[in-house]
């Protein structure tokens, strides 16, 4: 597997060039994965062969010189298919003008390791909800988000001082970009963010800091400490967040595993069809 991120400018043009020759070397070397183009730039994490990884890279080394490139293995396959998709962002801010121009210090995983444990710093995690529920590091303030694009609104009715440091993180580093330049916007001075994210911090530091395991946006669902797909965590099939709580299918009686949320609002159901099958049922029953 290999993941990125590069935030650059791209013309219309060179966004439909661009997945056009993406979606031909997934296709061609029967890669699965989920990547993301904007005229901001490009995202994305794939899975493949190692022939099909190096491919990939050197294709997207070609178009962007600066890009750099997370590796690991998995031997859970991570995507159901392969995905070019052409957004708005490549990460969703919803706040217009807001791009990366430097106004965060990226520092290395020992360097966060050590400020971390700093009384003057603040540490802010920038993800959401779904995902600070199942770890974070020590100490570090939850903003409770729902979804990104309300980081701006946080930030703004928030009593982070503005005077001290701010140490920022994420999964892999995207949403630190956007959410240092926006905290630079409403006048936060010193802010840095852990360059590589949180993967790359338990790279170095498995023992460290971080509390819990760390939700990723695929099949693996989440990673614990040494980067391995969860144990734990399956998704819900209901909402899609990560859920824990093992109980049987009410229609078919499978096991499978629901977050807390979803457990108490309905009987539990393994998929759609037999959510579908639920429904259907108690509307028979119900004679209208």
């Excluded at 890279?57 to 178009?63: I, V």
């Excluded at 001075?189 to 994210?197: A, M, R």
Aim: glycine share 6%.
């Amino acid at each position: 597997m290999t993941q990125w991120y590069i935030f650059h400018d791209l013309t219309d043009q060179e966004v439909l060039d661009i997945q056009k020759n993406l979606r031909e070397i997934g296709a061609q070397h029967d890669m699965n994965g989920l990547i993301l183009l904007a005229s901001e730039g490009c995202n994305g994490t794939v899975a493949g062969t190692a022939e099909a990884i190096e491919t990939i890279r050197a294709y997207l080394t070609e178009q962007f010189a600066a890009i750099s490139f997370q590796d690991w293995t998995s031997d859970v396959r991570p995507f159901k298919r392969f995905k070019v998709d052409i957004r708005k962002e490549i990460v969703a801010l919803k706040h217009e003008g807001i791009l990366p121009s430097g106004n965060s210090k990226h520092i290395s995983p020992k360097q966060f390791h050590e400020m971390i444990q700093r009384e003057d710093v603040t540490v802010l995690d920038t993800r959401n909800a779904y995902e600070t529920n199942i770890g974070t590091f020590e100490n570090a303030i939850d903003p409770k988000l729902n979804s990104f694009h309300e980081f701006p609104n946080y930030v703004e009715q928030s009593n982070i001082p503005k005077d001290k440091p701010v140490l920022m993180y994420c999964t892999s580093g995207i949403r630190c970009e956007k959410a240092s330049e926006e905290m630079a916007h409403q006048g936060y001075k010193e802010i840095y963010q852990l360059d590589g994210g949180i993967t790359n911090y338990l790279k170095e530091y498995p023992e460290g800091k971080w509390n819990g395991e760390c939700f990723v946006f695929d099949h693996r669902v989440a990673l614990d400490s040494a980067l391995l797909p969860s144990k734990r965590y399956s998704l819900c099939p209901k909402c899609g967040n990560p859920g824990d709580v093992k109980t049987a299918c009410t229609a078919c009686n499978a096991q499978c595993k629901l977050c807390a949320d979803c457990l108490k609002q309905a009987p539990p159901a393994c998929s759609k069809r037999c959510r579908h099958e639920l429904t259907q049922n108690a509307f028979d029953k119900s004679g209208k």
